[in-house]
């Protein structure tokens, strides 16, 4: 049973930052990691769930335009953890976020569309005002 679990999340003032972490658990012995990618994504009231950030299994990153040069994805594969450090937050980030693992790899793909994620967390809250 796969586990995704994020935490950071909290209430900033425009201008800061947060780092969210998730945690992966549950994949069996068997499966071989390498062969995901990850994902950052965030889902505003009213609004349809975005890709934000994507890692792939050998550090390639990707960004949504809205984010790039704000938001960092890193991965610490010895400990399944993935990261999000946001810097400079404003108050259209205001969001939950979720992290997600891939159905496969998306190289050569658009790695942030959400019906390539088959493994969700269950969110963390940031709120910027």
């Known amino acids: 049973h796969v586990q995704l679990v994020e935490s950071g999340g909290g209430s900033v003032e425009a201008g800061g930052s947060l780092r969210l972490s998730c945690t992966v658990s549950?994949?069996?012995?068997?499966?071989?990691?390498?062969?995901?990618?990850m994902g950052w994504f965030r889902q505003a009231p009213g609004k349809e769930r975005e890709g934000v950030a994507h890692?792939?299994?050998?550090?390639?990153?990707a960004y949504s335009d809205v984010v790039k040069d704000r938001f960092t994805i890193s991965s610490d594969n010895a400990e399944n953890t993935h990261y999000l450090q946001m810097n400079s937050l404003n108050p259209e980030d205001t969001a939950i976020y979720y992290c997600?693992?891939?159905?496969?790899?998306?190289?050569?793909?658009?790695?942030?569309?959400?019906?390539?994620?088959?493994?969700w967390g269950q969110g963390t809250q940031v709120t910027v005002s």
């Open positions: 549950g994949f069996t012995p068997d499966v071989d990691l390498d062969e995901f990618d």
């Open positions: 890692i792939d299994n050998i550090g390639r990153t």
């Open positions: 997600a693992v891939s159905r496969g790899s998306l190289f050569g793909l658009c790695p942030l569309r959400v019906v390539d994620y088959a493994h």
